[in-house]
């Protein structure tokens, strides 16, 4: 279990301000601070009377003395609402990541920006996307003969050609491939193969702790079992794994191949899963890691690092109990995220 592994490494205080350096897994972070935990801010489902239920993701990680915010969220006022009930200081970020370009989890940046102007965002780096690009203009083919006014910026085209990014001004600094942005703090880059997100890039963090590695991840529209893979290549020891799986749709055949290589092949230790996890694979993580599923809903800090947390639900309750299932389907529903809604209406229409 995270709380107990973490539990058992007495670090100095000297260790846990410091990254810890270990040849075989690269650098790890973290020790065991009651400061170690994630707290979901946004989602469909959660205990927490004080926040407010939407589709969408977010979470505050805090860890190794690093305070990061992993998406916004999905609608801003909804996000900010639930970042006062939690108390969370948005002027006191390391930085921001966002996972990928769809709104449930970048809506509350506007939110952000206002109270935290110049945060670091770090986000995917794709061609002509909403966090801006740029592009050396020698990608476009030249007609020297063509009179200037008939030519782009007149035939004299500056080197580098910037594309804005839908929050002009924000501090974004994008991301291409997997890179370790702080020692022991790993965006994962991977791109979706699927169809309907084909060539969207995806960012997961990975964070090596002393009692393995940490992941957070948005939608997973890259595949978990990807994403999961690539985390193994910097700690084969996957200590949790918080946030959305994309299985929301998926088969009982695909939702069984994928909680088996989750618990059979990469040994995961702890799973929360939320989001656009899905209710039957809520149900299937349930049913194979028992008191390792940890629920994750809104509201939920995942204490990293000291015994049992307060809002922390293991083992005892089930996946999602029947309050949880009305919200999270009446949201999963009125958002359509995956446009399977509008899919069977134009099929019922033909
Ligand atoms: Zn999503
Ligand atoms: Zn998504």
């Not at 193994?232 to 996957?238: L, R, V």
């Not at 799986?245 to 995961?268: Q, R, W």
């Amino acid at each position: 279990m995270i709380l107990r592994a973490l539990g058992t490494f007495g670090f100095s205080l000297t260790v846990l301000m410091m990254p810890v350096l270990s040849n075989a897994q690269g650098v790890v972070v973290g020790g065991s601070t009651p400061e170690n935990r994630i707290t979901i801010l946004y989602d469909a489902f959660g205990k927490d009377a004080s926040m407010r239920k939407d589709w969408g993701f977010s979470a505050l990680v805090e860890i190794a003395g690093k305070r990061i915010l992993f998406d916004t969220g999905d609608d801003r006022d909804i996000f900010a609402a639930n970042v006062k009930a939690k108390n969370v200081d948005l002027t006191n970020l390391d930085f921001v990541v966002l996972s990928h370009r769809h709104g449930d989890h970048m809506a509350g940046l506007a939110h952000v920006l206002s109270v935290n102007p110049k945060v670091k965002i770090y986000a995917p780096k794709e061609g002509f996307g909403v966090y801006g690009s740029s592009l050396p203009s020698s990608f476009y083919r030249k007609v020297e003969a063509l009179p200037p006014e008939m030519r782009y910026f007149d035939g004299k085209p500056p080197e580098v050609m910037t594309f804005g990014s839908a929050w002009q001004g924000a501090n974004f600094e994008l991301i291409d491939k997997t890179t370790e942005i702080a020692p022991g703090i790993t965006l994962i880059a991977l791109v979706s193969e699927a169809a309907g997100t084909r060539e969207l890039k995806e960012l997961s963090l990975a964070i090596n702790t002393p009692g393995g590695v940490v992941l957070v991840v948005g939608c997973s529209h890259p595949g978990i079992d990807r994403i999961v893979e690539a985390a193994a290549t910097i700690n084969p020891k996957i200590q949790l794994i918080a946030g959305g799986f994309h299985l929301v749709v998926a088969s009982d055949d695909a939702i069984s191949k994928i909680v088996a290589t989750l618990k059979d092949t990469f040994k995961v230790e702890n799973i929360a899963p939320g989001h656009c996890t899905g209710e039957a694979t809520f149900a299937a993580l349930k049913q194979a890691f028992g008191d390792r599923y940890i629920y994750a809903g809104v509201g939920t800090a995942l204490d990293i690092g000291s015994g049992a947390g307060a809002g922390q639900r293991r083992g005892q309750v089930s996946a999602l109990d029947a309050d949880d299932l009305v919200s999270y389907r009446r949201l999963a529903a009125r958002e359509d995220p995956f446009g399977l809604a509008t899919w069977r209406r134009r099929l019922a229409n033909k």
